[in-house]
């Protein structure tokens, strides 16, 4: 093991402090997600079911009105906010981020859809009412 630095700045020879420094050499491999494995046939698959839904710009949600779209925005945007602490951490373990800043990604990210939803809505906007 050789001497290391003890809390005094000198070395360090008790028997107990080399248990402890061992079992704090003892990691715990912690799982922090998984890479998802797409195969082709399951990519084409997604493509296919894409198309089918754009339907040529006949599908329902092409030819939805835009305040159907809002509401299907708020609706998404409610069960999001459910799952702020999940995704706040999902942000702090896969790329990093402190809960602070974690926090603020996801609050202002939410801010933002709010906002273009309250343009959207403004009475000025002649296209709230109507379909696109």
């Known amino acids: 093991w050789g001497?290391?630095?003890?809390?005094g700045g000198g070395g360090c020879d008790d028997a107990d402090d080399d248990d402890d420094y061992a079992d704090a050499l003892r990691l715990e491999r912690k799982l922090l997600?998984?890479?998802?494995?797409q195969t082709e046939s399951r990519a084409l698959s997604v493509l296919s079911?894409?198309?089918e839904a754009w339907d040529g710009?006949?599908?329902?949600w092409p030819?939805?009105?835009?305040s159907d779209r809002i509401e299907a925005v708020e609706?998404?945007?409610?069960?999001?906010?459910?799952?702020?602490?999940?995704?706040?951490?999902t942000l702090?373990?896969?790329?990093?981020?402190?809960?602070?800043?974690?926090?603020s990604e996801f609050d202002r990210t939410?801010?933002?859809v709010r906002e273009c939803v309250e343009v959207l809505r403004d009475p000025e906007n002649g296209e709230y009412n109507d379909r696109w």
């Not at 710009?57 to 329902?60: L, M, N, R, T, V």
């Not at 030819?63 to 835009?66: I, K, P, V």
């Open 49 to 51: 079911a894409a198309v």
């Open 110 to 112: 939410v801010g933002f």
């Open 57 to 60: 710009g006949s599908g329902p």
């Open 33 to 37: 997600g998984r890479v998802p494995q």
């Open 75 to 89: 609706r998404f945007l409610s069960e999001l906010t459910a799952v702020r602490e999940e995704a706040v951490a």
């Open 3 to 7: 001497v290391r630095a003890g809390a």
């Open 63 to 66: 030819q939805a009105s835009l």
């Open 92 to 103: 702090m373990w896969e790329i990093g981020k402190n809960r602070s800043d974690a926090e």
